[in-house]
């Protein structure tokens, strides 16, 4: 991850509270939480939420697996999600239902038939390469249990724009994708998996990079899929 968009999201935990409305923590994802009740429902349940921040979806998930005794396996590099996330488990009454992992999602190793469901938002942009994106996405397929599913929120044609001078700046996203490539490795990757909800749609809002503020626009692909095999 680049150090300015480390900054951004250091300052967002700080400055606001999840759940609350002021930013983009203020709710979970609708996609994700549209996710949980497709699970096959069994009991001890496991989901792997990818680069969870303090929580905006791991609570959530949580809190729904906790009747089933499930347990949601929340990994993220930066300290100032870690400390959140254990802070905010406890003020929801979850906590012994996450599992944290401080780690870079590419050294996170995923084990074969792991879970029932695999979480990642706006956070593959974030690994090293795209070799390293094809090789994390077919160990997650590898990790998927037969009739689990995958949900990935990412973006792709990332532009960040200086809202003052309209200056064009270089995205701070390791992996900038055109749209078009990255539909195509997704399909070739999961061939075969059930397509559930697979949409592109146009995102600009306004970031800060240090005191600047940046427009930051791009398409954003919203893919769920069905592993087949049961």
Not at 7 to 34: I, N
Not at 180 to 192: C, D, K, R, S, V
């Amino acid at each position: 991850m680049r150090a300015e968009e480390k900054r951004y999201h250091d300052q967002c935990y700080e400055q606001h509270k999840l759940f609350e409305a002021g930013s983009w923590l203020h709710k979970p994802v609708q996609t994700v939480m549209e996710v949980l009740p497709e699970l096959i429902q069994t009991d001890g349940m496991r989901v792997l939420d990818l680069g969870s921040g303090v929580g905006r979806n791991t609570i959530p998930i949580a809190a729904y697996l906790k009747p089933f005794n499930g347990t949601v396996i929340a990994v993220d590099l930066l300290s100032s999600a870690i400390e959140g996330l254990r802070s905010y488990s406890r003020e929801h009454q979850v906590h012994p239902y996450i599992e944290i992992v401080q780690s870079d999602i590419e050294s996170y190793r995923i084990e074969a038939d792991s879970f029932d469901a695999i979480i990642a938002v706006s956070t593959l942009e974030h690994l090293g390469s795209e070799d390293e994106l094809k090789r994390k996405l077919a160990e997650i397929a590898l990790g998927t249990k037969p009739g689990g599913i995958l949900c990935i929120i990412m973006g792709t044609h990332i532009q960040e724009t200086a809202i003052r001078t309209n200056e064009a700046l270089d995205p701070m996203f390791e992996i900038n994708m055109s749209t078009e490539a990255m539909n195509e490795l997704l399909q070739h990757t999961y061939q075969g998996w059930e397509t559930m909800k697979h949409l592109v749609k146009p995102l600009v809002f306004e970031i800060s990079r240090g005191d600047e503020p940046v427009r930051l626009a791009s398409d954003c692909i919203t893919y769920v899929v069905r592993k087949p095999g049961l």
